[in-house]
């Protein structure tokens, strides 16, 4: 899911105002804690410990992908971004 931040006010919301980011979710933690990372174009939430790290991961190679390609979220278009996601092992 790739989602545009809508921050107000001032302060750093404001920035990224209109920038693109990714919603990784995890459904299978069930060890009671509450994971939780975010990065500059990601957020990823629950998942036991090995699918958070698995998600983790894959954004880490999202964004090696799109910085060798001298892209980000708000640049890369959908089918390049379709193309990097099968890459690097988010689509099956």
């Known amino acids: 899911m790739i989602a545009k931040g809508r921050g ?24 009671g804690h509450v ?13 036991s410990e090995e699918t958070h790290g698995e998600m983790q991961e894959k954004m880490i190679r999202l964004n090696e992908e799109l910085g060798r390609r ?10 390049e971004l379709d193309e990097i996601a099968s890459k690097i092992g988010l689509k099956k």
């Open 35 to 47: 994971r939780i990372t975010r990065g500059e174009n990601f957020r990823l939430l629950g998942g």
């Open 70 to 79: 001298h892209k980000t979220l708000d640049t890369v278009s959908v089918p």
């Open 8 to 31: 107000k006010g001032g302060g750093k919301r404001a920035r990224r105002r209109g920038q693109r980011w990714i919603l990784g979710l995890g459904l299978d933690g069930k060890d």
